[in-house]
């Protein structure tokens, strides 16, 4: 099985964020779940050779928003980009990556929901408590509501066709934070607000999710 990470190098990195961290923390976790992930080192080569060469069986993003002044993807990419989006390949996207390609519409409908900005935001991050809201799916198979240390994002703009996971309260209304969405061509999206720095892994429900999260789009895949 070829399942890519997409994760934060050059210039899809960001001050914010440890993606060095991260993307360690999530081939780790990966290769708990029997998945294991090859990190690309450079994002916009990966999704110009999707263009036109065979497409990996399952993609993870893990990425910034490119602060370089350049379009986002690359005009070389762009293609492949859209290819891989608009196929039946089975992603997960974490956290920032919500923000990545900022104002395309075949990411939002491709994720389910992005960051807005001017509107969304997250409370300091820390220690905090999350909800499962579903527990009937793959993805959250015996997990209950659990603690970690992470930011949580409020505010997204989540399509209704979702299947919300995850949750958070926060000014009185309750956010998405983790979900499921079938994409209009036909590939399965989980995205997961969550996963900021490094000690979001440090907890034990938190990479079960994402271990589940990582067989349960295997099997789509497969």
């Known amino acids: 099985m070829s399942a890519l990470l997409l994760g934060g190098t050059g ?67 762009d ?15 974490l956290h920032v990556s919500s923000t990545s390609f ?20 997250h409370p300091p991050s820390g220690p905090c408590t999350v909800r499962v809201v579903d527990a009937g799916h793959p993805v959250t198979a015996g997990l209950e509501d659990f603690a970690l240390d992470d930011e949580r994002y409020s505010y997204q703009r989540v399509s209704p066709d979702v299947r919300v996971l995850v949750d958070h309260a926060h000014e009185g209304r309750t956010h998405p934070l983790v979900w499921v969405h079938e994409r209009p061509g036909g590939g399965t999206t989980v995205y997961s607000g969550l996963g900021h720095a490094a000690a979001s892994f440090e907890s034990a429900s938190h990479r079960r999710l994402l271990g589940q999260a990582l067989r349960f789009l295997a099997g789509r895949a497969a």
């Open 79 to 93: 293609a492949g980009f859209r290819r891989l989006l608009h196929s039946t390949v089975p992603m997960l996207a």
């Open 102 to 121: 900022a104002g395309d519409p075949d990411w939002e409908r491709a994720l389910g929901g992005v960051w807005v900005r001017g509107v969304t935001m």
């Open 11 to 77: 210039r899809w990195t960001d001050p914010w964020h440890p993606f060095a961290d991260t993307n360690r923390a999530l081939v780790d976790t990966a290769a708990d779940a029997g998945v294991p992930l090859t990190s690309v080192h450079d994002v916009d080569q990966a999704l110009e050779r999707f263009a036109s060469g065979p497409l990996p069986d399952l993609v993870v993003w893990n990425l910034g928003l490119p602060r370089d002044d350049q379009p986002v993807p690359l005009p070389g990419a």
